[in-house]
């Protein structure tokens, strides 16, 4: 199930972090983001953005589904997590990139499907 509180995702960042020896500072120069994001996401009980969840995922080497569920492993329904996936990664591209990955979805849709 979806955390909806941003406090308890903040909780489970802290808890990686102590894991490793390291502390909010460290993690957010090295993925470049504002100190003061974790604070508020905990104090206004806001949940972060998806593509700054990933970025968070990938530094602390930990599953995002994990940030946000709680539960390690597999999502119940692998439609979902294709669906996510396919989201997230075109989010992480930079705008050029995307315009051409849907210009190709485009062209791809209209010589299969029609």
């Excluded at 993690?27 to 593509?51: E, F, H, Q, V, Y």
């Excluded at 970025?55 to 329904?77: C, F, H, K, M």
Aim: glycine share 6%.
């Amino acid at each position: 199930m979806l955390d909806t509180n941003g406090f308890i995702i903040v909780e489970r960042i802290d808890k990686r972090l102590k894991e490793m020896g390291q502390t909010r500072v460290d993690m957010c120069k090295a993925i470049s983001l504002p100190t003061s994001n974790i604070s508020g996401w905990s104090r206004r009980g806001s949940i972060p953005p998806a593509d700054v969840l990933l970025e968070i995922s990938d530094y602390l080497n930990l599953d995002y589904r994990y940030l946000i569920t709680g539960q390690i492993g597999e999502t119940s329904n692998p439609v979902d997590s294709i669906n996510f996936d396919l989201q997230t990664k075109f989010m992480r591209l930079n705008e050029l990139d995307r315009k051409f990955v849907l210009s190709m979805l485009d062209l791809l849709y209209s010589t299969k499907y029609f």
